[in-house]
């Protein structure tokens, strides 16, 4: 019942720019961290940022400094700026969140698990 829904990839050259977006929408009772991953072709899934519900940041080195996440909790929306983009960028990107679907009560536990986007492509080429 709940999705995570991409937008915002293309194609772009290297040194330009783009925003992606990951919407959620569903039964949500609150939003705890959010991630982007990527995956390249022929490699493993790996972290590009993640924030935190507190708005805590992590970044991969290799991104640091030219990629920046952010959210809008009242949107439910999670963003990754990418700027000056390499074509070693290029990859599928996925918007992950771990979701309370309902908090603890004095009847039934929290509910709560992690979720992930179909993914949307990012590729950097002349």
């Known amino acids: 019942q709940v999705q995570l829904v991409e937008s915002g990839g293309g194609l772009v050259q290297p040194g330009g720019s783009l925003r992606l977006s990951c919407a959620a929408s569903?039964?949500?009772?609150?939003?705890?961290?959010m991630g982007w991953y990527r995956q390249a072709p022929g490699k493993q899934r790996d972290l590009v940022a993640s924030?935190?519900?507190?708005?805590?940041?992590n970044y991969a080195d290799n991104v640091k400094g030219r990629f920046a996440i952010s959210r809008d909790n009242a949107k439910k929306t999670g963003y990754l700026q990418m700027n000056s983009l390499k074509p070693e960028d290029t990859a599928v990107y996925y918007c992950?969140?771990?979701?309370?679907?309902?908090?603890?009560?004095?009847?039934?536990?929290?509910?709560?698990?992690?979720?992930w986007g179909q993914g949307t492509q990012v590729t950097v080429s002349s």
């Open positions: 569903g039964t949500i009772f609150s939003i705890n961290a």
């Open positions: 992950n969140a771990e979701i309370t679907v309902s908090p603890r009560t004095p009847w039934s536990p929290e509910r709560r698990d992690t979720y």
């Open positions: 924030i935190t519900s507190g708005g805590s940041i």
